[in-house]
């Protein structure tokens, strides 16, 4: 049964679309299509790293106490080649970086400070020290220890860490599906004629750039006319995309029709309105399995919607254990006024002096939003703010 709320907070509208969606299923996925996505369980190393004491530089593996020398050069360890004999006494070893140390040697001298004559090798410089230039078998990670916990995000950095502890795919939950449609009688498509009387849509492509920052595949449903029957069959064709989103019509106009197309095709609404601005029309529900995000048709109100709910709607899904936007602490570059009854989300940027909002905050205003790389979050009821305070601010996806 529908519940329509008056203005929610929007805490409690974040939580309850997400509790309206579950994480997709889990496959298993290449690691070369890893990137972005979160691991639906606990990864752990299949083998130790390094796999043995390896030398971290090129130059000849010693005893560290026989310094400096002589010592008689017997043999040569090179990374995957053969496992080099033990290390008698007076003896060295010629080895390359990467390469494992023969039984015996416990530092490398690096043949900068190495002086090679007759086949004598003696050392030059420092003393060496047990376990110079070599890096210890497991002291990366040891074969069994957890290296990734469910719920983290494959970053490059994890990527690599994975494949290195032995695996080629991971699992991760499937990508999400996001139906994107667009709504007014006075939309024109990207790049067309755009006489008076209309304009481009410029949503759709700014929500699908939105969107590349986390995983997804996107359909464009493209721009629906302000016809009800006309928006009941789009919400059909959107089929079943796990995520359903629309654009426009979300407010209360005698045009505003998304809400009663939606109803009308068999949606059952969640919420509508939402104590912030800009964004107070947004709405969500389900559609059969698919979750529906109606965001308003106000680029600025799209564009601020979309980050707040519809990028944790996707994250959540995709098993992300943190899906809300980060959140942090910084201060206000100049004086800003108190809130009204909504919370509000400033466009603004970072700046040395601290943080800036631009100078128009409307809702339709796309040259200053697109000067802005960050929102500034104040609470509805809040005073006046001085420069120098701190504020909380989400800094746009990337
Ligand atoms: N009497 C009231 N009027 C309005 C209220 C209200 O509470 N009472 N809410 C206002 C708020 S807040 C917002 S936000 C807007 C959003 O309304 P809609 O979601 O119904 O959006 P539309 O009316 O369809 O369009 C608003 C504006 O955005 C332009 N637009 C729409 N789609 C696109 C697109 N794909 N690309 C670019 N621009 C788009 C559209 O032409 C309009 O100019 O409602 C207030 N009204
Ligand atoms: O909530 Mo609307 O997005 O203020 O313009």
Known sequence: MARVVSL???SEAQARLLALAQPLPVEEAPVTSCAGRWLALDIAARRDQPWA???AMDGYAVRAAEWP???RVSGASTAGGAIPAPLSAGEACRIFTGAPLPTGADAVLIQENAALTDGQLSGLDKPLTPGLHVRAMASDFRSGETLLAAGAQLSAARIALAVLAGHGALPVRK???VAILSTGNELVPPGAPAPPGTLPSSNAPMLAALLRTVPCEIVDLGIVADDLDALIQAFARAGQADIIL????ASVGDHDLVRPAFTGAGGSLDFWKIRMRPGKPLMAGKLGASIFLGLPGNPVSAFVTAMLFLLPLV?????AASPL????????AAPLPATGERDDFLRAYRAEEGIVSVTSQDSAATAAMALADCLIWRPASSDAA?????????????
């Open 386 to 398: 001085r420069a120098g305070d701190a504020v909380t601010i989400l800094p746009f996806p990337q």
């Open 53 to 55: 004491d390896l030398s």
């Open 315 to 319: 994250r959540h899904m995709g098993g």
């Open 246 to 249: 629309s654009t426009g019509g």
């Open 175 to 177: 990508r999400p599906t």
């Open 69 to 71: 020398g002589p010592w």
């Open 8 to 10: 929610l907070p929007v």
């Open 325 to 332: 936007p980060l959140r942090l602490n910084a201060r206000l």
